[in-house]
């Protein structure tokens, strides 16, 4: 879901690439890669309980759909409206069309970072999620500044955990993609790369996130505090529903 001005609140409709399947020689070969394989991790483990109904929120053109769908039987998109991907439209601030308790799963996918009031949006997932049922959650710790029309937030692990418990969540599991030497390398090869010649900058890209991958390869488990993507799986308590003012 992406935010514009508080007058005007439309999907932004652009290519958006196979963010499941990149080229080799994408720009964000590597970090795709490796988000699919964490959240991949979280579809396969006993983590993620299996239920009817996922909210993808903020769903963009639904990249992890086929993923999701092998534990969620239907999977639903929420979007602005001028999302022909979104089976609900959202309201100017995120609201919901859903009615309390009644999703198992929400899914938000690098959505954070562009909602004007993360709690706000945080706490709408709660609402419509059923006592004891998970949030998907991934966003940025260090990246470049990408609007989509805009660009609000990054977060550190402890911050983004913060704002997701001040929503009423339970962590349950954190990962990250890329420590600081690979996203170092990420946001050099984004500065640089316009000045290497056409000819060549395919090579170039393809050489650097090659580089990366062989960097992550040899701490594949270890959580940095200096990560480029953080995926949080948290929960909503089963306890006596909390009361937002």
């Given at each position: 879901?992406?935010?514009?001005t ?21 720009s964000?070969y590597?970090?795709?890669k ?24 903020g ?18 998109g929420?979007?602005?409206p ?18 309390d308790?009644s ?25 419509v ?25 990054r ?70 505090n200096d ?8 929960k ?6 909390k009361v937002?003012?």
């Amino acid at each position: 879901m992406k935010v514009a001005t508080p007058s005007r609140y439309t999907y932004k409709v652009q290519e958006r690439g196979d963010r499941v399947r990149p080229n080799r020689f994408h720009s964000r070969y590597a970090i795709l890669k490796l988000l699919l394989e964490k959240l991949q991790y979280l579809v396969e483990s006993e983590l993620l309980v299996p239920g009817e109904k996922l909210l993808d929120y903020g769903c963009g053109n639904k990249p992890y759909e086929s993923l999701f769908k092998q534990k969620f039987a239907r999977y639903i998109g929420a979007d602005f409206p001028g999302n022909d991907r979104a089976e609900i439209a959202v309201g100017c601030q995120g609201q919901l069309p859903i009615a309390d308790a009644s999703i198992d799963c929400v899914l938000s996918s690098q959505v954070l970072e562009h909602v004007e009031q993360p709690q706000v949006y945080l706490k709408e997932a709660y609402r419509v999620l059923k006592p004891g049922s998970a949030l998907v959650l991934s966003t940025h710790g260090i990246w470049r500044y990408h609007p989509d029309p805009c660009d609000y937030w990054r977060w550190t692990a402890a911050g983004l955990q913060r704002e997701i418990v001040q929503a009423g969540f339970e962590i349950v599991s954190v990962q990250s993609v890329f420590g600081m030497a690979s996203a170092g390398l990420q946001l050099w090869q984004d500065a640089t790369e316009e000045k290497i010649p056409g000819r060549l900058r395919k090579f170039y890209i393809w050489l650097l996130q090659r580089a990366i991958a062989w960097i992550e390869s040899r701490h594949p488990e270890r959580l940095s505090n200096d990560a480029a993507v953080y995926i949080i799986l948290a929960k909503k308590s089963r306890g006596e529903e909390k009361v937002f003012s």
